[in-house]
């Protein structure tokens, strides 16, 4: 068979799902490579992670005797097979990647946040769902997707097999700072960490006491790798996110304030987003006050 793949969301992060369906066909003998309009197909699979709000699906596809297409992005759908699932996925397709692993170690979480549709689409349990050989074959880094680790009842397991993997493992994702315990800090503190990222999405829980607990624990001493989510547009007031943001500065981390629904958004709050997630300008303008877009410290840049 002749199969193509079409990464709608772009190359700028590897398709995990194409790179599976690569594998298992190339298994089977069948031809693979990125679709292309001049081309002609027996199967293209479309794959979409991301909704319209970052991704626009405007590819139009008459060449193929089949199209599937799935992802997050297309709403519920069902998973791919066992046999695809559970394949070791083909970095080949994306070369620029080839020194990282991608995958999951565990699926769901237990929080039903409304925000998110993690827990409708994988379950609102964190269960195992592979070991690390799965995905990991000896690549400098492992970037983890994983949801919600830290309620995997296997965590500690999985934990373990991060660590004695020796690479520079990133929690993309981010841990729950709700379930950080003496006994699983000291793990992630075997794990060679390239960045761990946590979330404080809602402004009426007070997580400080939590943030305050992983810092005595911790041996990452870099803020800039101990990042925290701050979700706003989501039920809080531009006061609320902003506490947030500056109380996470205050204790030593690095905030990113992630907005929902932009398009939609008050000024204001993208205005916030541009003052922290550019970390020249968070760096240099300390007061959300005296950040004017377009300005860098309140002057001119020059010409």
Known sequence: ????????????????CLMKLSAYHKAQG??????????????????????????????????????????????????LPDEVEHIYPDYSIYPQFSDTAYGFLSRGCPRNCGFCLISGKEGNRSIQVADLSEFWHGQKEIKLMDANLLACPDHEK????????????????????????????????????????????????DLTEQFLQFL???????????????????????????????????????????????PNAPAITRQLQRWVNNKRIFNTVQNFADYIPGRLGGKKKDA
């Open 216 to 262: 005595e624990l911790t041996n990452i001493h870099s803020a800039r790798r101990r990042r925290v989510y701050v979700l706003t547009n989501f039920g809080s007031t531009h006061e609320q996110d902003l506490y947030r943001v500056e109380t996470l500065r205050g204790m030593g981390y690095d905030p990113y304030v992630m907005v929902y629904d932009r």
């Open 1 to 16: 068979m002749n199969i193509a793949l079409a990464d709608i969301d772009s190359h700028n992060w590897p398709n995990l």
């Open 158 to 205: 999985l934990i373990l097999q991060l660590a004695e993997s020796r690479a520079w493992v990133d929690f993309t994702q981010g841990l729950d700072i709700r379930l950080i315990t003496p006994d699983n800090v000291a793990l992630l503190n075997k794990v060679r960490t390239k960045a761990v990222h946590f979330a404080w999405d809602n402004p009426y829980e």
């Open 30 to 79: 069948d031809h693979v490579e990125w679709w292309k309009p001049e081309g002609r197909y027996d199967l293209v699979y479309k794959s979409r992670v991301f909704t319209d709000t970052y991704s626009k699906d405007t590819l139009i596809i008459t060449n193929a005797d089949q199209i599937i297409q799935g992802g997050t992005g297309y709403g519920p759908g069902p998973n």
